[in-house]
């Protein structure tokens, strides 16, 4: 009896774990999807926040980053993703959706790094980066970015 009633918690902490994971895997989907069929994207000068964007090849192996700082309004909640049209397996860099939402406060030093890593030996000079940036402001409202990255 002891057992039983052992087992059936945990088994509910499992089933509300992966659930959890589900929808996880559901909502960097959903993102995904409608960052890559999205043709309108926010100006860089129109931005609320810097964007540096870097990349790097060392090998076959190229390394991109997408630093985001000094916001010109609070932004709470963040949830990020950075993705590009070279055909890959691999996830994209995220912020927020998998592991816990960050914000960037007005003043602070604060910055937000996406970064991923493209291992192939071919020309990535024409690869487009696209960035999505969802957060709230002081007065909940909620903001949505989609930003083709500037290279150079």
């Known amino acids: 009896m002891k057992k039983v009633l052992l087992i059936i918690p945990l088994f509910l902490l499992l089933i509300g774990c992966t659930s959890k994971v ?50 010109k309004i609070n932004m709470h909640h963040i949830k990020a993703l950075l993705i590009h049209n070279y055909d890959t397996i691999d996830t994209y860099p995220s912020i927020g959706i998998f592991d816990k939402e960050k914000e960037l406060l007005i003043d602070s030093n604060n910055s937000l790094t996406l970064e991923g890593t493209i291992v192939s030996s071919d020309d990535l000079s024409d690869v487009k980066f696209k960035l999505y940036l969802e957060y709230t402001t002081d007065e909940n409202e909620k903001e949505e970015i989609y930003y083709e990255v500037q290279r150079g």
Do not use: C, M, W
Request: aromatic share 16%; net charge negative.
């Open 22 to 71: 589900e929808e996880d895997k559901f909502a960097y989907l959903e993102y995904k999807n409608n960052l890559e069929k999205q043709e309108e994207f926010s100006i860089h000068d129109s931005l609320e926040f810097n964007a540096f964007f870097n990349i790097n090849r060392d090998g076959d192996t190229v390394t991109y980053t997408l630093t985001i700082n000094n916001p």
